[in-house]
């Protein structure tokens, strides 16, 4: 059997996170980032925030429907907390974006590898993949 693609990126991301404590980090860090930059988004156009989404849903739903529902119903539940989060939309996202990139940063510094999207920016997209992989292959889901 051959490997598709979403297993494919997910074992190249994977690659440059398998010390305990970055994949901790990542595990944290990505949905705090994912968080903050659609709130980030949003603040600037809500319609900026609607256009990234619907782009990243046509990039999920290529890989996998399983990851693209989850995506989905994540993403409702950033945006019910992005407009909840009101008058201090941009002064807590700005923060959560900058302390979530730089547990990132330090995660790869203990890692010695360098961030895969550096390589290659949709590994930007796969990063919340990956967390969601991990608490699939714990609770048995297979995408």
Known sequence: MTE??????LAHYGSSHTHPTNELIHMIAIPLIALSLSGLLYAIHPYLLYAFLIGSFIYYARLSAVFLI????WSAVMLWIVQALGAQL????T?????????QLIGHKIEGK?????EDIQYL????L????????KIGIKW
Do not use: E, H, N, Q
């Open 4 to 9: 598709c693609r979403v297993d494919s990126l």
């Open 70 to 73: 989850t995506m989905l119903a």
């Open 90 to 93: 941009v002064a807590v996202c």
């Open 95 to 103: 923060a959560v974006f900058v302390g979530a990139w730089i547990l």
């Open 114 to 118: 360098k961030p895969s999207f550096f």
């Open 125 to 128: 997209w796969v990063g919340p």
């Open 130 to 137: 990956f967390v969601l992989s991990k608490l699939f292959i």
